[in-house]
T-cell receptor
Framework: GAVVSQHPSRVICKSGTSVKIECRSL??????MFWYRQFPKQSLMLMAT?????????EQGVEKDKFLINHASLTLSTLTVTSAHPEDSSFYIC???????????????FGPGTRLTVL | AQTVTQSQPEMSVQEAETVTLSCTYD???????LFWYKQPPSRQMILVIR??????QNATENRFSVNFQKAAKSFSLKISDSQLGDAAMYFC???????????FGTGTSLTVIP
């Protein structure tokens, strides 16, 4: 149980275009989802926290107009990188938390990540 | 904000041997959770072990165990009988109770030598 998927796993796009990344909790309902960014050989940097049906809470320094997050249902959150530029190239990871997941009430379950390359 | 410190950027261990990864944290809270996550080359984050701060007993999961020292704010991970598949980046994480946000350490890269 407690599986989180991400799609796509890898995306290459041209500078100026927008890219949407989906995060789904497959076997549980996620009241809260998180989006992280990870640079090579570095730790995870929390970008935003999203709760189903409400606006996402962004961390300081994260541009909310550039990184649009929508948590439309208890199983789906999306991250849209708008007008992507080469500096947005990174590894993006989502995670989901639910009190009903796998018997653990206080654990985040992570998706496999999406590697974004902006040319 | 809470801080999590992993002072060992890299560690290595001989296959079948035991290795301990260090983690310290800073908090003024009394109730919280601590985690160790593993990130192999696939980059999928995998939960290794979890500890509730109010429990004095150290958590164990098969070959993985922790040494939780609440007063010292220390949370080390011991891997026994190391296997090649244990090679990965290991992250220590803290979460307050109640609370949503995880605070991650900078990670320790573990190499297992055949």
């Amino acid at each position: 149980g407690a599986v989180v998927s991400q799609h796509p796993s890898r995306v290459i796009c041209k500078s100026g275009t927008s890219v949407k990344i989906e995060c789904r909790s497959l076997d549980f309902q996620a009241t809260t989802m998180f989006w992280y960014r990870q640079f090579p050989k570095q730790s995870l940097m929390l970008m935003a926290t999203s709760n189903e049906g409400s606006k996402a809470t962004y961390e300081q320094g994260v541009e909310k107009d550039k990184f649009l997050i929508n948590h439309a249902s208890l199983t789906l959150s999306t991250l849209t990188v708008t007008s992507a530029h080469p500096e947005d190239s990174s590894f993006y990871i989502c995670s989901a938390r639910s009190p009903l997941a796998g018997g653990y009430t206080d654990t985040q379950y992570f998706g496999p990540g999406t590697r974004l390359t902006v040319l | 904000a809470q801080t999590v410190t992993q002072s060992q950027p890299e560690m290595s261990v001989q296959e079948a041997e035991t290795v301990t990864l260090s983690c310290t944290y800073d908090t003024s809270e009394s109730d919280y959770y601590l985690f160790w996550y593993k990130q192999p080359p696939s980059r999928q984050m995998i939960l290794v072990i979890r500890q509730e701060a109010y429990k004095q007993q150290n958590a164990t999961e098969n070959r993985f165990s922790v040494n939780f020292q609440k007063a010292a704010k220390s949370f080390s991970l011991k891997i026994s009988d190391s296997q090649l598949g244990d090679a990965a980046m290991y992250f220590c994480a803290y979460r307050s109770s109640p609370g949503n946000q995880f605070y991650f350490g900078t990670g320790t890269s573990l190499t297992v030598i055949p």
